[in-house]
C-alpha cells in the first residue's frame, strides 16, 4: 500500500495486471485500459491485485491544470479506454526532461491531445451530468461571494445535499465544497501570476472578506504567502525566458 500526496495532476493509466486505487475512502478496480486521475494535494493509496500490476503515468501542473482537467468532466476512472498510445507516451518521455518554455509548450499541446483523445463513460446529455456541469459554471460565476458553500448551491438548484455530494463524487470525483475550494485557489494563482492587483483585491475576487483568510489558505496549499508565491513564480519565468 502506498500514500503520498503531489502538487500536480497525475493521470495513472493501466498496462497489465489488475489493481486498487483509493481516493477519499473510495476503491477503484484497475484493469488494463483503464485511466484513473489524481487531483492536486489529495492522497494517493494504491496497492496491486495480481501478481504484478503495471502503470504509466503522466503528470503535468500549472495554475490551470486542474481546471483543465476537470473541464473535461471525465469520472473519476474510466474505463476501456485503450491505454496510453505507445508513441505519445515515448514523445512525452523525450520532452519531459526539457525545460526551454518553446519545449514546455509543445508539451502541453501533447497533454491536451491526450485528454482530447480520451472519453468520457456516461453521456454528456445524461441528466446528472447536465446538473453537475451547471453547479461548476455557476461556481465559477459566484466565485467572489464568500457565502458560496454547498449549502447555498444545494438552496440556488434545488437539490439535497446528499444527493448533490454524490453527483459530484460521481462525475468528478470529489465533494462540491472541495471542487469551490479548488476553483478559488485556481483563480487566485491565475491573478498572483498574470496580474498586479493588490492582495486584498485577489483576496475578494476568491471570495474572502477577511484578507489574514485568503493568506492562510495560499500559505496551507501554496506553501508561501501571497506576495512571495507571486515574486517566486515571477522570477521563475524571467529565468526561463
Same mark, same amino acid.
Given at each position: 500500500m502506498g500514500s503520498l500526496k503531489n502538487s500536480f495532476c497525475e493521470l495513472v493509466f493501466g498496462i497489465s495486471g489488475v489493481g486498487e486505487l483509493t481516493l477519499y475512502d473510495k476503491n477503484y478496480l484497475c484493469n488494463?485500459?483503464?485511466?484513473?486521475?489524481?487531483?492536486?494535494?489529495?492522497?494517493?493509496?494504491?496497492?496491486?491485485?495480481?501478481?504484478?500490476?503495471?502503470?504509466?503515468?503522466?503528470?503535468?501542473?500549472?495554475?490551470?491544470a486542474a481546471a483543465t #482537467? $476537470? %473541464?473535461?468532466? +471525465? =469520472?473519476?476512472?474510466?474505463? *476501456?479506454?485503450?491505454?496510453?498510445p505507445e508513441e505519445l507516451y515515448r514523445t512525452l518521455k523525450r520532452a519531459v526532461s526539457d525545460s526551454d518554455y518553446q519545449q514546455v509548450r509543445r508539451t502541453s499541446r501533447l497533454v491536451g491531445? #491526450? $485528454? %482530447?483523445?480520451? +472519453? =468520457?463513460?456516461?453521456?454528456? *446529455?445524461?441528466?446528472?451530468?447536465l446538473l453537475v456541469k451547471q453547479c461548476m459554471e455557476w461556481i465559477q460565476s459566484h466565485l467572489t461571494d464568500p457565502a458560496l458553500d454547498l449549502t447555498l448551491?444545494?438552496?440556488?438548484?434545488?437539490?439535497?445535499?446528499?444527493?448533490?455530494?454524490?453527483?459530484?463524487?460521481?462525475?468528478?470525483?470529489?465533494?462540491p465544497g472541495q471542487y469551490i475550494r479548488s476553483r478559488r485557489l485556481?483563480?487566485?494563482?491565475?491573478?498572483?501570476?498574470?496580474?498586479?492587483?493588490?492582495?486584498?483585491e485577489i483576496a475578494r475576487k476568491c471570495g474572502f472578506s477577511c484578507l489574514s483568510s485568503f493568506i492562510r489558505f495560499i500559505r496551507n496549499d501554496l506553501g508561501s504567502s501571497p506576495l512571495a508565491y507571486r515574486r517566486r513564480n515571477r522570477r521563475a519565468s524571467e529565468e526561463a525566458e
Open positions: 488494463p485500459g483503464d485511466v484513473f486521475y489524481y487531483l492536486p494535494g489529495e492522497e494517493h493509496r494504491h496497492h496491486a491485485l495480481s501478481a504484478e500490476w503495471t502503470t504509466r503515468w503522466v503528470c503535468f501542473d500549472g495554475p490551470l #482537467l $476537470l %473541464a473535461y468532466q +471525465y =469520472p473519476r476512472l474510466q474505463r *476501456g479506454t485503450g491505454g496510453l491531445t #491526450l $485528454l %482530447a483523445g480520451l +472519453y =468520457p463513460e456516461n453521456p454528456a *446529455g445524461e441528466q446528472s451530468s448551491l444545494c438552496d440556488t438548484f434545488g437539490v439535497g445535499k446528499r444527493t448533490l455530494t454524490r453527483l459530484f463524487h460521481e462525475k468528478i470525483g470529489m465533494p485556481t483563480e487566485a494563482q491565475i491573478l498572483l501570476m498574470g496580474t498586479d492587483l493588490p492582495v486584498r
